[in-house]
């Protein structure tokens, strides 16, 4: 699997975090706790990392993914219920605007779930990064 050493340190984590904080809290509560938490434990970490949408050579939209480690896998935070399919097609859409090839999505809810995407670079459209 592409990543798994550092996808597994960050699925850690997510548990140690949940642990300790349960659910029921914003998901920025919870951006701020996985940030504190992955650069405690040694890895480098961006929050709010933009990613252009790209259209025939221009930028035509922008995202925001939640946290970005060690310029690797992009994670993508919910506290929702339940994980739901746009949650991951928003998390595919990252990967497939970037250079980056794995992702984490994590949820907060009362249900403990996460889902681990991989996107080869291989595969995307040619766009700019």
Known sequence: MKHENLTQEIIKIYY????????????????????????????????QVKINVWFRGKVAGEYFADLLVNDTVIIELKAHDNLLPEHEKQL???????????GLLFNFGSKLSFKRKVYDNEFKPNLKW
Not at 17 to 46: C, M, P, R, T, W
Not at 92 to 99: C, E, N, Q
């Open 16 to 47: 140690e975090i949940y642990n300790e904080l349960g659910h029921g809290f914003l998901e920025k509560v919870y951006q701020n706790s996985f940030y504190l938490a992955l650069k405690a434990a040694g890895f480098d970490v961006e929050a």
């Open 92 to 102: 595919l859409h990252y990967l497939r605007g970037t250079d980056k090839e794995v």
